[in-house]
């Protein structure tokens, strides 16, 4: 049996710290509920607002449903702290729905992972702003955000 695992490993740096976060981002901005749910633990759990996805079954229909309806989905992460086998991040996403509202999307994620470098769990509190789409700042191609991309901070978020 081949133990899985996902660099970068715990304890984590600020370096191995912020790899973490920008390659989270990465998958996430792919948009692929398979890859994206290959970080996790098999029995990794999740609060996301009032849902409570345990396991990558349950995560990979999370994120089915959440992009579904989420369209045009552009995320930008930022670390907050990080300490032995923890992560806190910022982050900020802006999407629509299928009537073209467009908002943005505020929030914190808290992360923890076991010694093989997968997320076993993650606590994210998520609040929307309704904004129109000449407020946006996220603007790029669908897939990751490009290096030279403004972080939050940049952009004032």
């Known amino acids: 049996m081949t ?12 370096d191995s710290a ?26 990794s759990q999740w609060r996301n607002r009032a849902e409570f996805p ?4 349950q995560i990979k229909a999370f994120l089915q449903r959440k992009w579904s309806r989420e369209l045009d989905y552009r995320l930008i992460k930022e670390l907050w702290a990080y300490d032995n086998n923890r992560i806190a991040v910022r982050f900020a996403y802006e999407w ?23 997320m076993k769990t993650r606590h994210a509190s998520i609040n929307d702003m309704p904004i ?26």
């Open 18 to 43: 912020k790899q973490n976060v920008r390659m989270a981002e990465n998958a996430c901005n792919g948009r692929d509920p398979e890859k994206v749910a290959l970080a996790y633990t098999v029995d």
């Open 132 to 157: 129109k789409e000449s407020e946006r700042k996220m603007r790029w191609p669908k897939g990751p955000r490009p290096e030279a991309y403004p972080s939050l901070t940049e952009l004032g978020l």
């Open 96 to 118: 629509h729905d299928d009537a073209v509202n467009w908002f943005r999307s505020y929030g914190n994620e808290n992360w923890e992972f076991d010694e093989n470098g997968l």
């Open 54 to 57: 345990q396991g990558r079954e």
């Open 3 to 14: 133990i899985e695992q996902k660099p970068p490993f715990p304890p984590f740096d600020e």
